[in-house]
């Protein structure tokens, strides 16, 4: 994973734990890393599932919860650093549809050895989007804060309804309120 999802993690846990509690954190866990990310580095998932873990008794949180948090934390940061991307798109669905044929084109021309989840997308009805997550990584929740986020992001509501596919990834199904 890039070290950008880490530095960005490392940075949602401090403001949530502060520093003392984090540095605690990167001690306890056994990272592949022995807990220095750079946003530029490649990490595997496990440290990533690691610091989440070391995380949740300081928080009372429990795995999933923080992974859905740090989704749409992560959301907020693409927003922030990536804003034509959100800008060309009229809503959340739209979005959520360009994961895969575009958003991850443009990452894997920055990063060829990116080693990205698939999206396969399907309309549903009118405000109602399926998405079908796959992935070797167990970040469904993450998934999930992320899509969650991105509604938010359109100053929409929607039901979004999780439906795990051991053993490699989860069905989202997405129906915006009105």
Known sequence: MKGIVFTELLTMAEQAVGEAAVDAILDEAE???GGVFTAVGSYPCSDLIAIVTGLCPHTGLSVEALQRAFGGWMLRYFVAHYPGVFASKPGPLEMLESVDGEIHVEVRKLYPDAELPRFQTTRRGAGELQMIYTSARPLTA???????ACVAHYGMAAEVRCTPRPPDGAVFDIRLER
């Open 31 to 33: 990272l592949s890393s």
């Open 142 to 148: 993450f998934c999930h804060g992320l899509i969650e």
